[in-house]
């Protein structure tokens, strides 16, 4: 068996391991599953896969900035799937921040929806939700360059006459 072939299957085995540590559960261990997958990374740095599920564990322990910068690597990696990839971790960032809206944790919330406009431009609803942390915060003028931003890319749209 060839080296290549022994880190990847490695790799492939961390990465299994990692995955089964992140589900929700009594077994669920964010910093294990981290290690995990950076061993798996070590092995095969050019899976984005590994990139997006260590994003994923270092979104949930709120470490939002080593979170996008994974997910950034892994869009590097997978350029074909550029579009999909962005709009899901946007859509993961913009989840996390609404959790952390709800929760009234509001500069938690804008780093979230910040981080999830960054990654995923045209992901308009989160410039609204972005909003909503702004006013949480009492930071009106913010708010309506978040609102104003969502009206000018959905000018047409029936809830954006309403606003």
């Known amino acids: 068996m060839n080296l290549e072939r022994i880190n990847h299957d490695g790799a492939k085995r961390h990465y299994t391991e990692a995955k089964r540590l992140l589900e929700p559960g009594p077994h669920q261990n964010l910093e294990l599953a981290i290690a995990e997958l950076s061993k798996a990374i070590f092995l095969i740095d050019t899976e984005p896969e590994y990139f997006e599920a260590r994003g994923e564990a270092y979104l949930l322990l709120r470490d939002y900035k080593t979170a996008v910068s994974n997910f950034r690597q892994a869009l590097k990696l997978d350029p074909d799937n550029a579009f999909e990839l962005s709009r899901k971790c946007s859509n993961l960032l913009s989840a996390q921040g609404l959790s952390r809206l709800k929760a009234r944790?509001?500069?938690?919330?804008?780093?979230?929806?910040?981080?999830?406009?960054?990654t995923d431009p045209s992901n308009i609803y989160v410039h609204v939700h972005r909003s909503l942390a702004y006013i949480g915060q009492g930071k009106i003028p913010e708010a309506l360059e978040g609102l104003q931003a969502y009206l000018d890319q959905e000018p047409e749209s029936t809830q954006s006459r309403l606003v």
């Open 105 to 118: 944790e509001f500069e938690d919330a804008l780093h979230l929806f910040s981080a999830a406009i960054q």
